[in-house]
């Protein structure tokens, strides 16, 4: 006979506290529940167990393995139902919450919760998971109450310490983030969860050879992440190792790269002297700091302007647009106001001819085509 796991060993003691003899196949459900089978193992005790069922045990048994089957309405269902049977079940309560945070269903799941915590205010998972439910209601406030909370019930838990230390961060409580960090990190100085959040704070206290410690540490541990080696690269840059700044963000991959990262690039290279690649570095910042789209904005604000028939702003709007993109279609409205709203006849050509000039393409041929027209007829005025 072979040796049952611990696995197995639980399985068959929960059948067989939470079954009627007389009604349910044990072998036949722990053979279901072995072999993850559980949408099956549900059908089957449904059909055993004759509604109305009033006894807990039953609708434990019924809750479970619905919930395990992912039939989260009917698992609720019993849950809520063992609940009406005995309002003091935190089991039932923090299970129903549980499927409603999975069912996405997060104001409902928060009822839940509160309802358990009103009763028992020392579980750190439900203010952990209260503090989720306000974070995801943008409700900051709300959300640094639950993590405090849950941070004096475990100060080592790395990510409530992290995430209660940024928020202090953010909220300019640099004292207290600190205290936070300081004591999770006691536990576990290798966290990077932990040490992420340390250089947030290090570099937000402008303490650069501290930053250069995290982010080093950081790196060497796989942390090849944007927001770490952007810290880093800072740190370096504000310490005048200018080459020490262009290596860490040599660390970035092409699409990582952004505005500031090529700022700092820049200036790296201006500290070191070297003009002609600090201007490279600068041009790519100020490109990657400008929405590729600003152009078609103030071609959008134009045509705005032009209906409200202010057309001095219309014309600034245009040519601020052309200032940022060479646009076919700002040509052709521009041609389109001086040829109507605001009458220039050398300024109409001027921009029918600049329209076709750009090649515009093929979705835009009755554009060409009344371009054309319109070319010909100004012309033979």
Not at 50 to 74: F, H, I, N, R, W
Not at 159 to 165: E, F, I, P, Q, R
Request: net charge positive; charged share 20%.
């Amino acid at each position: 006979m072979k040796t049952l796991g611990l696995v197995t060993i639980m399985l068959l003691c929960f059948t067989r506290c939470f079954s009627q003899s007389s009604k349910i196949d044990n072998a036949l459900l722990l053979d279901y529940y072995q072999n993850q089978r559980f949408t099956e193992a549900a059908d089957y005790l449904k059909k055993a167990y004759a509604e109305p069922v009033t006894d807990a045990k039953a609708l434990s048994q019924l809750a479970y393995t619905s919930q395990m089957a992912g039939q989260l309405a009917d698992a609720e269902n019993y849950y809520q139902r063992m609940y009406n049977l005995d309002t003091t079940n935190q089991s039932a309560l923090i299970n129903m919450a549980g499927i409603n945070m999975r069912r996405g269903n997060i104001t409902k799941a928060e009822t839940y919760y509160r309802r358990f915590i009103a009763s028992d205010s020392t579980n750190f998972v439900i203010y952990k998971s209260l503090a989720s439910i306000r974070h995801q209601k943008y409700d900051i406030m709300g959300y640094v109450n639950y993590l405090v909370k849950a941070n004096r019930l475990n100060p080592r838990d790395p990510d409530v310490a992290s995430d209660l230390s940024d928020q202090y961060v953010e909220l300019k409580q640099i004292p207290l983030a600190k205290m936070v960090l300081d004591s999770a990190l006691v536990y576990d100085p290798e966290n990077i969860t932990l040490l992420q959040s340390l250089i947030k704070l290090t570099h937000a206290q402008k303490k650069w050879p501290e930053t250069v410690s995290a982010g080093t540490k950081l790196l060497a541990m796989g942390d090849n992440s944007f927001p770490t080696i952007n810290k880093l690269g800072q740190a370096y840059y504000h310490l005048k190792n200018y080459e020490c700044t262009l290596e860490s963000y040599y660390n970035l991959q092409a699409n990582q790269h952004n505005e500031t990262s090529y700022y700092f690039m820049g200036m790296a290279y201006k500290g070191l002297k070297n003009d002609k690649s600090a201007i490279e570095y600068m041009e790519r910042a100020i490109k990657d700091g400008i929405s590729s789209a600003i152009d078609s904005y103030y071609g959008e604000m134009a045509g705005s302007y032009q209906k409200v028939r202010q057309y001095n702003k219309a014309i600034w709007a245009y040519q601020k647009g052309l200032h940022f993109g060479e646009s076919p279609l700002i040509y052709y409205s521009m041609a389109l106001m001086y040829d109507s709203d605001v009458p220039n006849k050398a300024n109409a050509i001027k921009y029918y001819k600049k329209y076709l000039a750009t090649k515009p393409p093929v979705t835009q041929q009755s554009l060409m085509e009344y371009s054309k027209g319109r070319l010909t007829a100004l012309k033979g005025r």
